[in-house]
């Protein structure tokens, strides 16, 4: 199939079992890595297994870390989507703050990540300079985003339609703009109460943005809908 008929597919916590009723076997090294392959476009029937391990810490002494391991699992999904010439889709799950699990498949092409071969340009360094998103913006749901100068930051609230699980995740790096479109580029990530660079693994999230009456409209095509952003 020559490569502009082509897009790829990506896993994490996936056992990819079948493919259009042929036996493949793609998985990554244990239950929680995850992979890539190349596949025509069009209508494709898939059947997978989804395991997910979870470590925790359960105990701390003077002398002992004491975590402990659970797996969660569920067999034989089948899902027969469509999948457009050049783009990325994937495949993955979790589980939501309710304890219940979701598993999904979202087309990631506005999410660009070197980890899986994309070409990531390096993140535009910081600048002071107000641009057009200058402040805090919040929707309807409490995510926020504060532009200051080229940087940006984001916080996702636990429990709703852009962060199903059960932690805050906050994220920040900077940004550029034009033509309708913002990209964000994600330097770094908050976790254990303090931020860690991201640099390294170079990815970006590349929205849609208009303004309308004073809100921000913000739109990440193929995995969240427009939302609108009230200036805070």
């Not at 082509?6 to 239950?31: H, I, P, S, Y």
């Not at 494709?44 to 359960?58: P, R």
């Not at 309708?180 to 860690?196: N, P, Q």
């Not at 990440?220 to 952003?229: F, N, T």
Request: proline letters at 4%; hydrophobic letters at 35%.
């Amino acid at each position: 199939v020559p490569e502009s008929q082509q897009c790829e597919l990506r896993f994490m916590f996936v056992k990819v079992k079948t493919f259009d009723g042929k036996a493949v076997k793609w998985e990554g090294a244990n239950a929680n890595n995850s992979g890539h392959v190349k596949i025509p476009a069009g209508k494709h029937d898939i059947v997978f297994d989804w395991t997910m391990q979870q470590t925790q810490m359960t105990g701390v002494s003077s002398t002992t870390y004491t975590y402990e391991t659970t797996t969660k699992s569920l067999k034989d999904i089948t899902i027969s989507p469509v999948f457009e010439a050049g783009h990325n889709y994937f495949i993955g799950g979790g589980q939501l703050a309710d304890g219940s699990l979701k598993i999904y498949l979202q087309d990631m092409t506005n999410m660009p990540n070197e980890f899986y071969g994309d070409v990531v340009a390096n993140a535009p360094k910081a600048s002071k300079s107000p641009t057009e998103f200058e402040g805090a913006w919040k929707d309807n749901e409490g995510t926020t985003f504060v532009f200051a100068g080229n940087t940006w930051e984001q916080a996702l609230p636990p429990g709703t339609s852009t962060n199903t699980g059960a932690q805050e995740v906050r994220l920040k790096g900077t940004f550029e703009s034009a033509n309708g479109k913002v990209t964000l580029y994600m330097t770094d990530t908050f976790a254990a109460g303090k931020w860690i660079k991201m640099t390294a693994m170079k990815s970006a999230y590349i929205y849609d943005y208009s303004f309308e009456g004073g809100d921000l409209l913000l739109e990440l095509g193929g995995v969240l809908p427009k939302s609108r952003y009230i200036k805070q």
